[in-house]
C-alpha cells in the first residue's frame, strides 16, 4: 500500500528529502548542499540545474535508506525557498541564466526609482507586499532586460518562468506542468492577493509577458504524476513556500498564532485569518 509521504525541501544552501510514514513520523531523510554563485557584492545566484540534480538525488537516496520502492509513496510535497526566480527554454527546459536568489540586491536601484514614482502604495494594496529587490517581479525583469534574447524569447510565448517550486514541478513531470501555488505567488510582487490572480497592471509595470507566468493552484491537491524518474509514477500533490510551510507545519492554524524561524534568514510570520488587514505604505 502507498503508506508514505516523500516531502521535498528544496532550501537556500541545500536540498534534502524526507520520508514520513502515515502517522507523520519521519523514516528516512537525505540531504546535500550546493553552489552559491556571488558574480559580484549583492548579487547571489544558483544553477537551476544542479537545484534540480541534487533534490531528484537525495529523494532517489532517502527511498534507497527507507529499503522502500516508489510504489510505496503515496505523493510528493514541495516546499522550498521563496521568490528565487528561474527562467527557462520551454522547448528545451534548459534555463537562460542563473537563479537569481531571493538575496540578491541588483534590483535595488530600480525598486528605489519606482518608490520615487509613488507606486509603494498601488504595489501595497494589489500584492501585500512593500517593493524591495526582494521579491521576484524586478528579478524577472532584469533576465528579460539582460540576456540576450531573453524578451524576445519570452513574448514569443517560449520562456517560461517559476519560482522553485515550478522549476521542481517541471523537471518532476517532463514539462508537462507548468504551475505554482498562492504562497508562492503571493511573493513575485505580481499576484493579487484580493482576485488570487496575476495582475496585469503590475504585468504592464514590470513589463512582463503574462505568456510566461505558470498557473495558480492551491497548496493542496494533486496536480499531476510524476513521469521516467521513478519506477513507478507519484501524485505530486502539495507545494508551498518555506515560511508558509512551516507556519502551518507549527500548527498556527488559528488567527493571531505566530512562527519565527531561524535559517539562512530570520523570518517571522502570523496567520491573520481570513480578513485582511489595514495596511499603509509609510515608506
Avoid at 513531470?173 to 490572480?197: C, E, P, Q, Y
Wanted: aromatic fraction near 10%; glycine fraction near 8%; include cysteine.
Amino acid at each position: 500500500m502507498n503508506e508514505f509521504i516523500l516531502a521535498l525541501d528544496q532550501g537556500t544552501t541545500s536540498s534534502r528529502a524526507i520520508l514520513f510514514d502515515r502517522n507523520g513520523l519521519p523514516v528516512a531523510s537525505a540531504q546535500k548542499e550546493f553552489t552559491q554563485y556571488y558574480p559580484k557584492p549583492g548579487w547571489v545566484e544558483h544553477d537551476p540545474e544542479e537545484i534540480w540534480s541534487t533534490q531528484a538525488g537525495v529523494a532517489l537516496e532517502a527511498i534507497t535508506k527507507a529499503g522502500l520502492e516508489s510504489s510505496d509513496i503515496a505523493a510528493i510535497g514541495i516546499t522550498n525557498q521563496r521568490e528565487t526566480t528561474v527562467l527557462w527554454n520551454r522547448k528545451t527546459g534548459k534555463p537562460v541564466y542563473n537563479a537569481i536568489v531571493w538575496q540578491d540586491r541588483r534590483t535595488a536601484d530600480y525598486c528605489d526609482k519606482l518608490k520615487s514614482e509613488g507606486k509603494s502604495s498601488e504595489i501595497l494594496k494589489k500584492t501585500g507586499l512593500i517593493i524591495d529587490a526582494y521579491f521576484s517581479a524586478t528579478k524577472i525583469r532584469w533576465i528579460l532586460d539582460n540576456v540576450r534574447d531573453a524578451r524576445k524569447l519570452a513574448e514569443d510565448g517560449q520562456l517560461a518562468f517559476g519560482t522553485i517550486d515550478s522549476w521542481l514541478v517541471w523537471n518532476l513531470t517532463k514539462g508537462k506542468l507548468h504551475i505554482t501555488d498562492v504562497s508562492n505567488a503571493s511573493r513575485t510582487m505580481l499576484f493579487n492577493i484580493h482576485t488570487l490572480k496575476w495582475d496585469e497592471e503590475l504585468l504592464k509595470l514590470f513589463n512582463i509577458p503574462s505568456a510566461i507566468l505558470p498557473e495558480v493552484k492551491s497548496s493542496s491537491e494533486i496536480y499531476g504524476k510524476t513521469e521516467g524518474h521513478f519506477s513507478t509514477s507519484i501524485p505530486v500533490a502539495g507545494i508551498a513556500g518555506d515560511q508558509q510551510a512551516a507556519l502551518f507545519g507549527q500548527m498556527c492554524t488559528e488567527p493571531g498564532m505566530v512562527k519565527n524561524t531561524y535559517g539562512t534568514g530570520c523570518f517571522m510570520m502570523m496567520n491573520i485569518g481570513n480578513k485582511l488587514l489595514n495596511q499603509k505604505a509609510n515608506f
